[in-house]
């Protein structure tokens, strides 16, 4: 009688979409694989019960119970608790014991990390960061997070919250933050601090020449239709690419307040390798350039790193999710 290997439940709740696979311990592939975008509005029950939703269509699908669940969310959790502390995204997720949550609906050992953690992880037993012993994983999108893998192990700190490079304060008095501060790093990089910083310089000009503002941002203010208000960070980067001044600013911008935090991160913990992750990534070689000169203008000469991109893409979180389910069956 043949034996069925393990199946590895992957879960992924994300800012804006929730992604969930199956796979087999050992394998680099997706035996199934469901993504959903989530509508705006909506609060963590509706997150909760969409995502059981796919994980139970997903073990229907290869007719196999889940040996074991890893899930990778997306805001703060306490880990060894299976905790979810909050989310920035959505409400009604404050406190909640996920892990036993799923564990009680899926009948299967159920453990839990942050997203940035889990995608270091990712990336480290899959991705871009096999073969190296210290990593950093940083996610820029909708906001940044951080992931530390240190001597070839996860470091979650004292209390799980390592890696929060977002929460780094490189411009004192800036944009506020959705952790109530100013000149945080996600504040000031994301993809939303991009897009509030192209509105404020939009604002700026609309009181100076017309020829000034239609030069500087014509092709920007053609993708948003004329409205500031429909300006995403992917019309950035395209108007960037076609020569927009006023989207190159605002990615320059970006960029060197990211290459801050990360000098910074590197000057204390000297990792062998930088893993950028997440939408605001796919900027353009600009972004890229930018990133690179900067940290590496702010960090020791003798310090050697390697700044890449992530190797998993936006599956990144979920292979991590898939990593951590292995570990429980190991």
Request: glycine share 14%; aromatic share 6%; proline share 5%.
């Amino acid at each position: 009688m043949m034996t069925l290997s393990p199946l590895l439940l992957a879960l992924d709740f994300g800012g804006t979409k929730l992604t969930a696979a199956v796979a087999h311990p050992g394998r680099r592939t997706w035996l199934a694989h469901r993504r959903v975008f989530l509508p705006s509005g909506v609060d963590g029950r509706y997150e909760y019960d969409t995502m059981l939703d796919l994980g139970r269509d997903l073990i229907e699908e290869v007719d196999q119970p889940a040996a074991a669940v890893g899930v990778s969310f997306g805001g703060p959790v306490y880990a060894p608790a299976g905790l979810v502390r909050r989310s920035f995204h959505a409400p009604g997720w404050e406190n909640t014991p996920l892990a036993e949550w799923l564990q009680a609906e899926l009948n299967a050992p159920v453990v839990i990390d942050n997203d940035a953690n889990a995608a270091a992880l990712g990336e480290f037993r899959f991705g871009a960061g096999q073969g190296c012993q210290h990593v950093l994983y940083v996610t820029i999108s909708t906001g940044i997070g951080g992931g530390w893998i240190l001597n070839g192990r996860p470091y979650a700190g004292a209390d799980g919250l390592a890696g929060e490079i977002g929460h780094l304060v490189v411009q004192p008095g800036g944009f506020l933050c959705p952790c109530g501060k100013r000149g945080c790093l996600e504040a000031e990089a994301s993809g939303p601090a991009m897009v509030q910083r192209a509105r404020l310089y939009l604002a700026k000009k609309k009181g100076k020449a017309r020829s000034g503002h239609s030069s500087r941002a014509r092709r920007l203010l053609e993708l948003a239709e004329g409205d500031p208000d429909k300006i995403t960070a992917q019309m950035i980067s395209e108007a960037a690419a076609g020569g927009d001044k006023l989207s190159q600013k605002v990615i320059r911008e970006a960029a060197e307040r990211l290459g801050l935090g990360l000098s910074g991160a590197i000057t204390l913990m000297n990792p062998d390798q930088v893993i950028l992750g997440g939408g605001v990534t796919k900027s353009g070689e600009l972004w890229w350039q930018i990133v690179r000169e900067t940290t590496r203008a702010q960090t020791h000469s003798e310090i050697s790193v390697e700044i890449v991109p992530a190797a998993l893409g936006d599956d990144a979180p979920l292979w991590g999710a898939a990593a951590l389910a292995e570990d429980v069956i190991r």
